[in-house]
């Protein structure tokens, strides 16, 4: 009987294990709920004059989340995906209701070139410190919404594996349109360490 108890016990005890060694991976649902949790460091925000900034980064996972990915590929998706770090940066008027590429302009011109740095020329402008070394954005999509928020939003992609970070980075936004100066971002390495993983499979 009492080798009996032991070997439920032991039993109890494996099955403990295999649940915490699977918890350590989250479903997509639950992965872009953690990244997306401002208390997990990967968020931050900044307010200048008329303007509101929101740096989100984008784990390579997170990526991978959001793409429409067959099973089989995703562990090869994933690998491309990790040799570069991926933000996202959302520009808002600071009142909450005026459409950014629209706010403190005051002509049809303002507009058309204010859209046409964000669209095509802002990424010279993203920088990414890393200690002594400063990267520049390697490239940039931009996301219109025409008018129906009153937010933008850019996704900037740098050249470097987040394995590789041996300092804090430190995301610049060096802004050449809105007046408002170097918009700054300092993101602890110890929070990009501390990601989870990805459940990759269904199993």
């Known amino acids: 009987m009492e080798a009996k108890i032991k070997n439920i016990l032991l039993a109890l005890v494996l099955g403990s ?12 649902h639950e992965y872009a709920a953690w990244v997306e949790d401002p208390g997990n460091g ?3 925000v900044v307010a200048m004059g008329a303007y509101h900034f929101e ?6 996972p997170y990526m991978l989340a959001r793409e429409n990915v067959a099973e089989e ?3 090869q998706r994933l690998s491309e995906l990790s040799e570069h770090l991926y933000f996202e940066l959302k520009l808002a008027s600071g009142n909450g209701h005026t459409p950014f590429l629209h706010t403190d302009v005051n002509s ?5 070139q204010r ?3 964000y669209a095509f020329h802002v990424a010279r402008d993203l920088k990414l410190a890393i200690g002594d070394d ?6 940039h999509h931009f996301e219109r919404n025409y008018g129906m928020a009153p937010y933008s939003k850019l996704l900037a992609v740098f050249p470097i594996n ?7 980075p430190v995301f610049i936004y060096q802004d050449q349109m809105l007046g408002t100066g170097p918009v700054s971002f300092a993101i602890d390495q110890r929070a990009i360490k501390n990601i989870p993983e990805l459940k990759t499979s269904q199993g």
């Open 17 to 28: 294990l295999l649940q915490a060694c699977s918890a350590d991976k989250l479903a997509p």
């Open 42 to 44: 990967l968020r931050s």
């Open 55 to 60: 740096l989100q980064m984008h784990p390579a």
């Open 73 to 75: 590929a995703r562990e």
């Open 108 to 112: 049809q011109e303002e507009y058309n």
């Open 115 to 117: 859209l046409d740095y």
């Open 134 to 139: 400063t990267l520049t954005c390697a490239y």
């Open 162 to 168: 987040p394995q590789d970070l041996k300092d804090d």
